[in-house]
């Protein structure tokens, strides 16, 4: 898989989320966005890769993870969003909204439609959102 790869898959999980949503799906719309922002922050990592360089060991299997937060300090990011939550609050609000996410909310039906969609708005808003904040630099 490839940055635009990454790119792709994120946007096609967006779309698939707010679909769920829509449809009344709360546990598969959340988990699928924390799903689009998993593979945003890889897209950030793989446009870290030069052509020919063999890999750093350790940072491609800290990239495997699924843990929101480890994959940002992967992307090199994680000092940007520290200064940028100082002046927007709400980009902070949203990211501690987003950061806890799980894989393991594959397993779990009860999330509520509060909950899904207080997650997708964390996700899509246009000037604070995870999303959109990660885009701006993938």
């Known amino acids: 898989m490839n940055r635009k790869d990454f790119q792709e898959i994120s946007k096609v999980r967006l779309k698939e989320a707010a679909a769920l949503l829509k449809a009344m ?12 922002v998993e593979c945003a922050l890889k897209a950030c ?29 992967v992307t090199g ?11 927007n609050k709400k980009l902070e609000v949203n990211w501690a909204a ?21 997650m997708y708005s964390a996700c899509t808003a246009q000037k604070n959102g995870i999303l959109s904040w990660i885009r701006a630099k993938w």
């Open 25 to 36: 799906h709360s546990a598969g719309a959340y988990y699928l966005l924390g799903y689009a």
């Open 98 to 118: 987003v950061k806890d996410w799980k894989t393991a909310s594959r397993y779990v039906t009860n999330i509520s439609a509060a909950d899904a969609r207080d």
């Open 77 to 87: 990011l994680e000092r940007d969003l520290e200064r940028d939550v100082k002046t």
């Open 45 to 73: 990592i793989a446009k870290q890769t030069k052509k020919h360089d063999f890999p750093d060991k350790e940072i491609a299997n800290k990239a495997h993870a699924h843990n929101l937060e480890q994959l940002l300090k």
